[in-house]
Antibody, heavy 121, light 108 residues
């Protein structure tokens, strides 16, 4: 069964960077795209971008361009999301979510990580 | 950017009742590239519906989706206790991918 397990909660000061990991299991990592979505506590969902597990291609939401970098490490089936120049309004739960479609980018999120709380204070 | 507006914000119903949730898009969502997710407190979202009307794997048939263009609906035919949660719609026709603000289905 496909599963995504994320790294633990982080507390950062304004201006710092955070790197969240997302380890995949139960499926072939290189066959799918991984998306990153964040959620401010008590609020809605915000898409940040995606990365292909196959070739590392990325697309970032314009809002995060220049501040976010998504990478993968295929040897460990792990995706990473680094966000730089953190501000207090970056305080949120960050989720990785696997695309539904093999070798595609349907942008429908069928498998989710448990979430990583990032606090900027 | 496609803005998704969900209504109502909160729906107060009793178990066994029918729930109808709406999602309206600011621009046409072609080919019905619209999905619905359910989220319970402290959990990640769970995919319910994609392509406007296709149920995801393992989703009970009391959940159904419909709509096209700019107006979409998810219906829960008979609410079970585990269905009380927040529901989000998401469009995936154009970047940036966007979500609606959510509808909370609460126990009356």
């Amino acid at each position: 069964q496909a599963q995504l397990v994320q790294s633990g909660a982080e507390v950062k000061t304004p201006g710092a960077s955070v790197k969240v990991s997302c380890k995949a299991s139960g499926y072939t990592f290189t066959n799918y795209v991984i998306n990153w979505v964040r959620q401010v506590p008590g609020q809605g969902l915000e898409w940040m971008g995606w990365i292909s597990g196959y070739n590392g291609n990325t697309e970032y939401a314009q809002k995060f361009q220049g501040r976010v970098t998504m990478t993968t490490e295929t040897s460990t089936s792990t995706a990473y999301m680094e966000l730089r120049s953190l501000r207090s309004d970056d305080t949120a739960v960050y989720y990785c979510a696997r695309d539904m479609t093999v070798f595609g980018a349907s942008h429908v999120f069928s498998v989710w990580g448990q979430g990583t709380m990032v606090t900027v204070s | 950017e496609v803005v998704l507006t969900q209504s109502p914000g909160t729906l107060s119903l009793s178990p066994g009742e029918r729930a109808t949730l709406s999602c309206r898009a600011s621009h046409s969502v072609s080919s019905s590239h619209l999905a619905w997710y359910q989220q319970k407190p402290g959990q990640p979202p769970r995919l319910l519906i994609y392509a406007a009307s296709s149920r995801a794997t393992g989703i009970p048939d009391r959940f159904s989706g419909s709509g096209s263009g700019t107006d979409f609906t998810v219906t829960i035919s008979r609410l079970e206790p585990e269905d009380f949660a927040v529901y989000y719609c998401q469009q995936y026709v154009t970047s940036p991918l966007t979500f609606g603000g959510g509808t909370t289905v609460e126990i009356k």
